[in-house]
Protein backbone atom coordinates (compact mmCIF):
# COMPACT_ATOMS: atom_id res chain seq x y z
CA UNK A 1 0.00 0.00 0.00
CA UNK A 2 1.29 3.62 -1.42
CA UNK A 3 1.19 6.39 1.03
CA UNK A 4 0.87 9.88 -0.05
CA UNK A 5 1.68 12.90 1.94
CA UNK A 6 0.15 16.47 1.76
CA UNK A 7 0.87 19.68 3.06
CA UNK A 8 -1.67 21.22 5.85
CA UNK A 9 -2.42 24.53 3.72
CA UNK A 10 -3.08 22.41 0.60
CA UNK A 11 -5.66 19.93 2.82
CA UNK A 12 -7.29 23.29 3.87
CA UNK A 13 -7.71 25.18 0.64
CA UNK A 14 -9.49 22.02 -0.62
CA UNK A 15 -6.61 21.15 -3.49
CA UNK A 16 -7.11 17.22 -3.20
CA UNK A 17 -7.62 15.66 -6.99
CA UNK A 18 -10.69 14.43 -7.30
CA UNK A 19 -9.64 10.71 -6.69
CA UNK A 20 -10.83 8.33 -4.24
CA UNK A 21 -8.87 8.19 -1.16
CA UNK A 22 -9.17 4.50 -1.04
CA UNK A 23 -8.61 2.89 -4.45
CA UNK A 24 -7.94 6.50 -6.98
CA UNK A 25 -10.79 5.79 -8.89
CA UNK A 26 -12.74 8.83 -9.74
CA UNK A 27 -14.51 10.30 -6.53
CA UNK A 28 -18.50 10.71 -6.33
CA UNK A 29 -18.63 11.45 -3.04
CA UNK A 30 -16.74 14.46 -0.48
CA UNK A 31 -16.97 13.26 3.19
CA UNK A 32 -15.19 15.67 5.57
CA UNK A 33 -12.93 13.50 7.74
CA UNK A 34 -10.67 14.75 10.95
CA UNK A 35 -7.34 13.31 11.03
CA UNK A 36 -5.27 13.70 14.58
CA UNK A 37 -1.60 13.00 15.47
CA UNK A 38 -0.17 12.60 18.81
CA UNK A 39 1.66 15.90 19.53
CA UNK A 40 5.56 14.52 19.98
CA UNK A 41 6.15 16.02 23.13
CA UNK A 42 3.62 13.71 24.43
CA UNK A 43 6.91 11.16 24.15
CA UNK A 44 8.17 12.45 27.29
CA UNK A 45 5.32 11.20 29.36
CA UNK A 46 6.40 8.44 28.60
CA UNK A 47 8.54 8.17 31.97
CA UNK A 48 5.68 9.46 34.04
CA UNK A 49 3.79 5.61 33.59
CA UNK A 50 1.30 4.43 31.49
CA UNK A 51 -1.45 5.49 32.21
CA UNK A 52 -0.28 9.56 32.13
CA UNK A 53 1.39 8.71 28.80
CA UNK A 54 -1.62 6.99 27.37
CA UNK A 55 -4.02 9.87 28.41
CA UNK A 56 -1.30 12.43 27.28
CA UNK A 57 -1.70 11.13 23.66
CA UNK A 58 -5.36 11.05 23.86
CA UNK A 59 -5.83 14.39 25.01
CA UNK A 60 -2.87 16.55 23.14
CA UNK A 61 -3.35 15.88 19.89
CA UNK A 62 -2.63 17.73 16.44
CA UNK A 63 -6.39 17.67 14.30
CA UNK A 64 -7.35 18.78 10.61
CA UNK A 65 -9.93 18.63 9.24
CA UNK A 66 -10.44 17.18 5.45
CA UNK A 67 -12.55 17.14 2.75
CA UNK A 68 -11.78 13.40 1.16
CA UNK A 69 -13.01 12.39 -2.19
CA UNK A 70 -14.58 8.23 -2.29
CA UNK A 71 -15.98 6.62 -5.16
CA UNK A 72 -18.95 4.85 -5.01
CA UNK A 73 -17.93 1.78 -3.69
CA UNK A 74 -16.41 3.62 -0.81
CA UNK A 75 -18.36 6.17 0.47
CA UNK A 76 -18.86 4.26 3.71
CA UNK A 77 -14.85 4.36 4.14
CA UNK A 78 -14.93 5.72 7.60
CA UNK A 79 -18.38 4.58 8.66
CA UNK A 80 -17.25 1.64 10.67
CA UNK A 81 -14.76 3.78 12.28
CA UNK A 82 -17.36 6.08 13.22
CA UNK A 83 -19.50 2.69 14.61
CA UNK A 84 -16.51 1.46 16.84
CA UNK A 85 -16.34 5.11 18.43
CA UNK A 86 -19.95 5.42 18.97
CA UNK A 87 -19.95 1.44 20.43
CA UNK A 88 -17.27 2.49 23.13
CA UNK A 89 -18.60 5.56 24.27
CA UNK A 90 -22.19 4.31 25.10
CA UNK A 91 -21.30 3.62 28.55
CA UNK A 92 -19.93 6.89 29.12
CA UNK A 93 -22.45 8.59 28.15
CA UNK A 94 -24.85 6.72 30.34
CA UNK A 95 -22.28 7.56 33.92
CA UNK A 96 -22.58 11.40 32.20
CA UNK A 97 -24.78 13.60 34.13
CA UNK A 98 -26.85 14.86 31.19
CA UNK A 99 -27.65 11.51 30.07
CA UNK A 100 -29.76 11.23 34.16
CA UNK A 101 -33.28 11.63 34.28
ZN1 LIG B 1 -12.76 3.96 -4.07
Known amino acids: MGAVYFERHRLSRHH ?3 LCLRCGEPAA ?3 EKTFSTPQEW ?3 LFFLGGLPYLLGRLVFRDRIR ?3 PLCERHRNHFRWQAGILWAVSRPWRRCSPAASP
Open 16 to 18: LPS
Open 29 to 31: FVR
Open 42 to 44: TTI
Open 66 to 68: VPV
